[in-house]
Protein backbone atom coordinates (compact mmCIF):
# COMPACT_ATOMS: atom_id res chain seq x y z
CA UNK A 1 0.00 0.00 0.00
CA UNK A 2 1.30 3.41 -0.73
CA UNK A 3 2.44 5.97 1.44
CA UNK A 4 -0.43 8.80 1.78
CA UNK A 5 0.70 12.17 0.78
CA UNK A 6 2.06 14.53 3.15
CA UNK A 7 -0.01 17.33 3.21
CA UNK A 8 1.46 21.40 2.82
CA UNK A 9 0.14 22.05 7.09
CA UNK A 10 2.43 18.83 7.45
CA UNK A 11 5.09 19.98 5.45
CA UNK A 12 5.24 23.51 6.68
CA UNK A 13 5.17 22.06 10.38
CA UNK A 14 7.71 19.48 9.59
CA UNK A 15 9.73 22.20 8.02
CA UNK A 16 9.14 24.28 11.42
CA UNK A 17 10.36 21.79 13.82
CA UNK A 18 13.45 20.42 11.84
CA UNK A 19 15.14 24.06 12.62
CA UNK A 20 13.61 24.41 16.06
CA UNK A 21 16.28 23.53 18.70
CA UNK A 22 14.13 21.86 21.16
CA UNK A 23 12.28 18.73 20.93
CA UNK A 24 15.00 16.80 19.13
CA UNK A 25 15.31 14.28 20.83
CA UNK A 26 12.09 12.75 19.06
CA UNK A 27 12.30 12.56 15.51
CA UNK A 28 9.31 14.13 13.84
CA UNK A 29 7.85 10.91 12.07
CA UNK A 30 8.11 9.54 16.03
CA UNK A 31 5.59 12.57 17.56
CA UNK A 32 2.14 11.35 18.71
CA UNK A 33 -0.66 12.13 16.35
CA UNK A 34 -2.43 15.03 18.45
CA UNK A 35 0.21 15.48 20.47
CA UNK A 36 2.01 18.35 22.38
CA UNK A 37 4.70 18.54 19.23
CA UNK A 38 1.92 17.90 16.61
CA UNK A 39 -0.54 20.36 18.08
CA UNK A 40 2.23 23.15 18.52
CA UNK A 41 4.17 22.47 15.06
CA UNK A 42 0.42 22.35 13.32
CA UNK A 43 -0.72 25.30 14.12
CA UNK A 44 2.10 27.54 13.52
CA UNK A 45 2.31 26.15 10.11
CA UNK A 46 -1.03 26.99 9.92
CA UNK A 47 -0.43 30.83 10.83
CA UNK A 48 2.64 30.49 8.11
CA UNK A 49 0.02 29.98 5.47
CA UNK A 50 -2.59 31.94 6.11
CA UNK A 51 0.26 35.00 6.78
CA UNK A 52 0.91 34.11 2.84
CA UNK A 53 -2.95 34.34 1.99
CA UNK A 54 -2.66 37.99 0.65
CA UNK A 55 0.12 38.11 -1.80
CA UNK A 56 2.31 40.94 -1.70
CA UNK A 57 2.91 43.29 -4.67
CA UNK A 58 6.07 41.55 -5.57
CA UNK A 59 5.12 38.18 -5.48
CA UNK A 60 1.23 39.07 -7.29
CA UNK A 61 4.43 40.74 -10.18
CA UNK A 62 6.05 37.55 -10.51
CA UNK A 63 2.98 35.22 -10.24
CA UNK A 64 1.60 37.13 -13.63
CA UNK A 65 4.67 37.01 -15.18
CA UNK A 66 5.33 33.34 -14.86
CA UNK A 67 1.70 32.33 -15.44
CA UNK A 68 1.46 34.40 -18.94
CA UNK A 69 4.98 35.93 -19.90
CA UNK A 70 8.65 34.44 -19.13
CA UNK A 71 8.15 30.67 -17.96
CA UNK A 72 4.75 29.11 -19.35
CA UNK A 73 5.85 27.45 -22.73
CA UNK A 74 2.46 25.46 -22.73
CA UNK A 75 4.05 22.26 -22.44
CA UNK A 76 6.56 21.93 -19.14
CA UNK A 77 4.67 23.10 -16.58
CA UNK A 78 0.88 24.37 -15.53
CA UNK A 79 0.32 27.48 -15.75
CA UNK A 80 -0.45 27.79 -11.70
CA UNK A 81 2.42 25.60 -10.48
CA UNK A 82 4.46 27.91 -12.39
CA UNK A 83 2.73 30.88 -10.80
CA UNK A 84 2.71 29.69 -7.47
CA UNK A 85 6.43 28.49 -7.74
CA UNK A 86 7.42 32.26 -9.03
CA UNK A 87 5.28 33.79 -6.28
CA UNK A 88 6.94 31.73 -3.71
CA UNK A 89 9.92 32.66 -4.78
CA UNK A 90 9.51 36.28 -4.62
CA UNK A 91 8.36 36.05 -1.07
CA UNK A 92 11.03 34.29 -0.20
CA UNK A 93 13.06 37.31 -1.85
CA UNK A 94 11.27 40.06 0.52
Do not use: C
Amino acid sequence: MAEAEVGMIERVAMAIYKVQKHDRHIRWEDRIPGGHIDNNYMEMANLAIEAMRDPSKEMTRAIFEAMFEEKFDGTSAPMIAAGWDAGVDAALKE
